[in-house]
């Protein structure tokens, strides 16, 4: 293993890191609830009229992200490079996934860290190691 | 009231997730090559996020009732159990794939990128199959054998 210290960008990292933490918690302490997004997405497929609303809100506070951020700075630019075929299986996999598995990086990984929930340190601990291996074996294995 | 909290903390949580560089896959994916040039931001974005929702969290967990007087409704701690695991491996597979978790894909569909509409459209197709398959178990449960 070698550090890419060329892309490491760790105060952008620990500062962003900082804003989804207040988002985490400010969530929690408004609205009483867990800001996880997979759940929060899943949610619309059932609707239940009483909790449409702010799961929409969401969802459109995250959409509106890149143009609110854009009218201070430049909106950095997304290297995106899979493939047609990867980013629908990529979808279908993280789609059923984080249902079976109650959540994703956010629930689990930072709301449910945050609350030391052993669930979700398994949880996390699960996905990392698959996040690991399937870039292993598309990068070092079947490149 | 509640909507426009709702809105302004999926704003921030969006916010966040651009000023740290997790909307950018080509990011994530680098933190998970662990075998290649390895990028530990991820590790960073993770563990200011937690420093701050450890504090946050210790207040929340204590109250009954938020600070807009809504029911609390934090998950009660429950055993780990095969489903758990199972989940998490099929979204890791799907992350490593692609570089794309539910937040940074939605934030990358805001700012226009048509893979994040694919992957979001797929995922959603996911999370439909999976409330599909949920529902005929629980038909089949319910009828007597």
Redesign the interface.
Known sequence: ????WA????W????????????????????????G??GI??GL??PQKSDL???I?????????????SLADT??A?????S?P?????????????????G???GH???G???????SL???????????????L???VFS | MYLLVSFAVGLLFGLGLIVSGMENPAKVLGFLDLAGAWDPSLALVMAGAIAVGALGFAVAGRRARSWLGLPMRLPAERPVDRRLVAGGLLFGAGWGLAGFCPGPAVVALGAGYWQAGVFVASMLVGMAVYEVAERLGARRALKPS
Do not use: K
């Open positions: 293993m070698h550090v890419d892309q490491f960008t760790p952008a990292a620990l500062a962003g890191g900082i804003l989804i933490g207040l988002a985490s918690i400010a969530f929690a302490l408004l609205l009483g609830r867990i800001a997004i997979s997405l899943a497929l059932r609303g702010w799961r809100a969401f969802v459109g506070g995250l959409l509106a992200a890149p143009f609110i951020y909106l950095p997304l290297q995106i490079d899979t047609l990867l980013l629908v299986a990529a979808g279908l996999l993280v789609g059923l996934g984080t249902r079976y598995g109650s994703c990086t956010s990984g930072v709301c860290l945050s609350r030391f929930s052993s669930r398994v949880a996390t601990l699960t996905f990392m190691a698959a996040g690991f291996n399937t870039v292993f598309l990068r070092h």
